[in-house]
């Protein structure tokens, strides 16, 4: 599965002013699952930012990473959870900066990063190398100017599509940041960097280069949380509640997060039941939902099955004794209880020939006439 991208949130800086905190904003269209990038970009000497909660520095950089004395850069990543709202930056004093924020879709996280820094009109982007093929490069760059002429604007290099280019805008006695963030869709495997990230003012350049790699191919999250191992079927499916590869119904309502299904838990083209997530219930067979084990096929001993939950399509014997005869499980009538086990004792239908036991007694039929054969004698009950 390779990544993509998914928005970026409209920047933020410090403005014309110096700030002690900077609010954020998480990215347009952002789902759960996704994971978001969030760097941060200051001048200010000696000056930090506390990490936010739930979020994690980058791996690899020192950080902060800096250019000369006061040209910061800090880099965070979060794979983004239902309910989460955007984090405040906390500085430890009052600084010229501001932040970008970006997010993508089928990564299983930031895989590497590296940091490159320049006094110029350019930086040139670390190498990251052993990228994988469907990963994601995310790139975050500032150029920070002591005074003079504010940078009014950064140029990635063309297999970069830049999503953000803003300022500060302080007055050009003061000092002023340009920021910017850019991202490319890696097609093959192989080492990436190099390329160049140019500014149209000379100044204090932080580039940061991040690698979010794609998620394995091996599985795909169903509806309502069910983890289906690509195995079952054709590992490029999509799956739904309903419809899912080799004609296996998951019901929704069986989809507890741990869950998982090989292909010998479930006969190809046989429905599982909600019923079957009994915990009291004894199953034979594969593994199934929150760790209990699925039939594959008719027969698990002391199990019951009623006509509401039994596998549609899975045939019960009308005389338990006799395992060639046919009933299907649409013949039950409801609320009666089948034993899936063919032949099991004890059992007598209205009738039917009853068998008369070594010893004990045997339970007259229930209403109904013990039928006469067409020959032979009539068993006594």
Do not use: K
Request: aromatic share 4%.
């Amino acid at each position: 599965m390779a990544v993509s991208f998914v928005g970026f949130a409209p920047p933020g800086t410090s403005g014309s002013a110096t700030l002690t905190s900077f609010p954020t904003a998480l990215p347009a269209g952002w789902a759960a699952g996704d994971v978001a990038v969030l760097v941060a970009h200051l001048s200010g000497s000696a000056l930090t930012i506390s990490t936010p909660a739930g979020w994690a520095l980058l791996a690899g950089p020192t950080w902060p990473a800096q250019e000369g004395s006061a040209s910061r850069a800090y880099a965070w990543s979060r794979v983004l959870q239902a309910g989460d709202t955007a984090p405040t930056l906390t500085n430890s004093g009052s600084v010229t900066g501001g932040w970008s924020c970006t997010a993508y879709r089928g990564a299983s996280g930031v895989v590497q990063a590296a940091v490159a820094t320049a006094s110029s009109t350019s930086v040139t982007l670390p190498t990251l190398p052993g990228v994988g093929a469907g990963s994601a490069l995310a790139v975050g760059v500032h150029c920070r100017v002591t005074s003079g002429t504010i940078p009014t604007n950064l140029t990635h290099d063309g297999a970069y599509l830049e999503v953000v280019d803003t300022a500060t805008s302080r007055a050009t006695s003061n000092a002023n940041v340009r920021l910017g963030s850019a991202y490319r869709l890696v097609g093959s495997a192989g080492s990436y960097g190099g390329e160049q990230v140019a500014s149209d003012v000379t100044g204090s350049m932080i580039a940061v280069l991040v690698e979010l790699g794609a998620a394995s191919s091996d599985s795909t999250t169903a509806p309502d949380g069910i983890s289906v191992p690509a195995a079952v079927g054709d590992p490029a499916a999509s799956w739904s509640t309903t419809s899912d590869p080799d004609g296996i119904t998951v019901p929704a309502e069986l989809g507890a997060p741990a869950a998982s299904w090989a292909t010998e838990s479930v006969p190809v083209g046989v429905q599982v039941a909600v019923a079957l997530g009994d915990p009291s219930a004894a199953w034979s067979g594969g593994a199934g939902p929150d760790g209990l084990a699925v039939p594959v096929a008719v027969g698990g001993p002391g199990a019951v099955w009623s006509v509401d939950a039994s596998p549609t399509g899975v045939v019960v014997p009308v005389d338990l004794g006799d395992p060639a005869a046919g009933w299907s499980v649409e013949a039950v009538p409801d609320g009666v209880e089948v034993p899936v086990a063919v032949g099991a004792p004890a059992v007598s239908t209205p009738g039917q020939r009853v068998v008369r036991p070594y010893s004990g007694t045997v339970a007259r039929p229930g209403p109904g006439v013990v039928a006469r054969p067409s020959a032979g004698v009539v068993v006594r009950p």
